[in-house]
């Protein structure tokens, strides 16, 4: 069984899942992933799949093909959904079951390995799916969070090359959102403003380091950021959870990451990447402080070092001089 | 000129360092360090190196053959240490100038790739140098925390082969430290206790995360590992920084590092590996609820994905099976 165990110091919350450890041993040692193996993910390969929890269908039954972006559950989960919480102590420590929900969305019914190389549309249904899960695991009262991630290409830690994302819902907020929801509510009980809100509006005055702008989004390389090419694409409107964003928000995004990726792919030379969707817990109101947004770190350099254990990240290249690079690729797919 | 930039939202200082691009461009894409071209660390090539801080020798004058361990600048500094802090704000960010030291702290005359082939003695000299380099940068006021950090092999971020380890003196402290003190503050008003008093002491009550004991420390993997065969070195004794330990200390130190990394070494296939010394900032007194302690993670699997973004790690390996695995695995150099 899975154990979510929490850092007694710094109250990070930690998944242990040795179950995991039965998936194939080369996952983590390829440089790059195959592209001529046997895809799972493709249209026609249901069986040698999970059986699915949902699908936008143009035709056909539940595991049939006609469909056009699908949802399955992963087949080396790290939390699963039957079980209790059983929270408890172990002396000083506080555990409880791994209990929650993870998910694969495979993008689209085709081979295809980057997500920029979809159409607006299909993109579009992706987010649309994110949307959808997160409403429906919203109603779970044993989970909190709902965490929505991409790893693409094998150096950002993807084991299949079919362009998929993750969903992992689980009883506990990630740390890196719990510091955020707290430093955005501290910043706006000095304030009495969003953080996110001032960080748009300034850089929306000087423009150094907007990518792109749209309707609905702001996308920009952050004043601060850790990684070089660092990308956030943040909504232009208050609203701290994803799963409320409405029609025209959704269809604004795909079109926003068609363009991001696009950029990425043609510019940095098809860049494995990750990207993580920050959205506030499920068993919070509405909050005035924390806005939801998109982080994408193009993975350019092959090796982390110190960094992941310190915290202290150094970036060979300003966010001024990404933006500027990233707003000079031309887009060729309009 | 190398810059600190804060992240507005949860005040993580990260350092934007373009210099740093003019570093050897096949730095961060080799997989395994060549280890027949041309060594800068030598003994005897001390003038392919920038001039060395310090160093404890056997004979001869700076930059000279006869020394045991060296330090010299890092030659692709992070931060720099002519100039003035000039802390300002741009808009609602906080900046300042990114002074500091970056040095290399270079182990050996010869080439060992690997910190645990040095014998006992010249570990703990390693020790002694960055005891005595972070006494000497604490009389700089403008500096406030001290790093130090080894990369060890290609993927794990280093680009020499010859072991070596880090140190970078900043004004600012990591964000992963300054959420240690917080925590361990939080803990130590709420219970009168130090977190690190109390786990030691259940670690040691059950026992089974732990690897080794010595007169002065306590070797464990800790109850929620983010990786597999995460291990902790804590000493027994209460000591907020590092360089007020004591000689009896860091003569065990050097024992204990030695055992640990040799087990790692046989136990795990001589895997690329980082460790992080944290250390309390100069500028606070001894405090009663930090620890000083250092963190070393074997880098086993080559990629990491979302955990980047999301500091939500799923961990493969219970630490209970890896503390055990590392306790049974017999050292050959006593």
Redesign the interface.
Known sequence: MQEL??????????????E??TRPQNV??A?ELSTTSFDPFLEGHEDATTPEIMAYRNSGEANEPGWRVRVIPNKFP?VTVEGQLDKRG????DMMNGIGAHEVIVECPHREQNMSRLSVENIREVFWVYHDRLVDLKRDTRLVHG?I???KG?????SLDHSHS?L?VSPIV????Q??LD??EK?YKYRGRS??S??IQ?EL??GERIVMETEHFVVMC?????FPFETWIVPRQQASHFETATQAVVEDLGTVMKSILTKMELGLDDPPY???LHTAPFSSPNLPHFRWHI?L?PRL???????????????????E?AAQFLRGTELTFT
């Open positions: 165990r929490k850092d007694p110091i710094v109250g990070r919350w930690v998944i242990i899942a040795p995991r450890l983590s040692d440089d790290a172990v002396g000083i420590y965490l991630f991409k790893n094998a150096r950002a830690g993807a993750q992992i990630p740390i890196t959102i510091e955020e430093g955005a910043f953080i996110f001032d960080m300034q005055a000087t952050p004043y601060a950021s850790r990750n990207y993580v982080e770190f350099s092959r090796v982390a070092g110190f960094e992941w254990g310190s915290g202290f990240y150094i970036n060979t290249v300003p966010p001089e």
